[in-house]
Every structure is written in C-alpha cells, then in structure tokens.
C-alpha cells in the first residue's frame, strides 16, 4: 500500500545544481531510514546518502562534499540536494525507506528519476 515517489531529476551541465524529492505515501509512520541510491546502466545500484528519522545523515564518500540530504519527518519526505554536479554523477537516482532492523533489500523502493551532467 506505501508508496515511495522520486521527482526533480534532469539534465544540468558540469558545476550545477539539482534538487531530488521524495515522499513515502500512505504511511501513517514514520521510517527509520529513508536514503538515495544510483545505479548507472549496467552497473550495480549504489549507496550514495541516506538519513535517520533522528536526522543523522550519512554520505558515500563520492557525495560527501557535494549533496546534502534532509527530511520532513511530518511529510514522510526525503531531499538531496546536489551541488557542483560532474558528469560521473550521471545515473538513475532511486529513493527508498526502510524499517529499524531492515536492509536496503528490504526497503520500499521508487521506480527512479534520470540524472543527466553534460560537460
């Protein structure tokens, strides 16, 4: 029944700026992580920032310097804010929400928004 719902993906030259949105919807509680991962056409989906309902964020060492995630726990709404885009981030960005005590293989997962870097 819970659904989670990506936005704000699109093409953006090399030093720019893009916003990713997401929300959980139908959930009357709130998840214990929600996150972002990336997955470039044939290569495997990866980590690249996640938070806790409690606001502890953790960031790939790729994203670390350059995105920014935040949550409306209220909203059942993740964000990542991404600066100084390179081409490398290129990629399918897929939000997902788990519950305490799962993994992301466990984790409701959103069909995924393009991210375009052009040189």
Request: hydrophobic share 30%; proline share 3%; net charge neutral.
């Amino acid at each position: 029944q819970v659904q989670v719902v990506e936005s704000g993906g699109g093409e953006v030259q090399a030093g720019g700026s893009l916003r990713l949105s997401c929300a959980a919807v139908g959930s009357p509680a709130i998840f214990h992580t929600m996150g972002w991962h990336r997955q470039t056409p044939g290569g495997q989906r990866e980590f690249v920032a996640s938070m806790t309902s409690g606001g502890t964020p953790n960031y790939a060492r790729s994203a670390e310097d350059r995105f920014t995630i935040s949550r409306d726990n209220r909203r059942h709404t993740v964000d990542l804010q991404m600066d100084s885009l390179r081409p490398e981030d290129t990629a399918v960005y897929y939000c997902a929400a788990r519950q305490w005590g799962s993994n992301w293989s466990g984790a409701i997962w959103g069909q995924g928004t393009q991210v375009t870097v052009s040189s």
